[in-house]
Nanobody
Framework: QVQLVESGGGLVQSGGSLRLSCAAS????????MGWYRQAPGKERELVAA???????NYATSVKGRFAVSRDNGKKMVFLQMNSLKPEDTAVYYC?????????????????WGQGTQVTVSS
């Protein structure tokens, strides 16, 4: 079982910055893509940023140039640096990982989610 624990959400004024962290724990897995989704009230969950194990990154158009995703493979962590925050960035942010259970027969793929952390940007 892969568990993800997030931290770093909170309340910030428009134009401010926040850094989200997410740590994966457990054994017998390989982490491939790590990243972040968000869900605002009344809206669908959307991909914010993702980082592949090869170092490629992709971002939602709305956050390009403001957010940066990074990861520490040794610590099994993924981060989201959010700068120039806007009220429309207000949402619950969820980290996720796509990986492979290397300790199981057939090495099945999996996706795990964090519990979510609230980010609120005031105008």
């Amino acid at each position: 079982q892969v568990q993800l624990v997030e931290s770093g959400g909170g309340l910030v004024q428009s134009g401010g910055s926040l850094r989200l962290s997410c740590a994966a724990s457990g054994r017998g897995f390989r982490l491939d893509t790590m990243g972040w989704y968000r869900q605002a009230p009344g809206k669908e969950r959307e991909l914010v940023a993702a980082s592949s194990d090869g170092g490629n990154t992709n971002y939602a158009t709305s956050v390009k140039g403001r957010f940066a995703v990074s990861r520490d493979n040794g610590k099994k962590m993924v981060f989201l640096q959010m700068n120039s925050l806007k009220p429309e960035d207000t949402a619950v942010y969820y980290c996720y990982v796509d990986g492979v259970r290397t300790a199981e027969l057939g090495m099945p793929a999996f996706r795990s989610w964090g519990q979510g952390t609230q980010v609120t940007v005031s105008s």
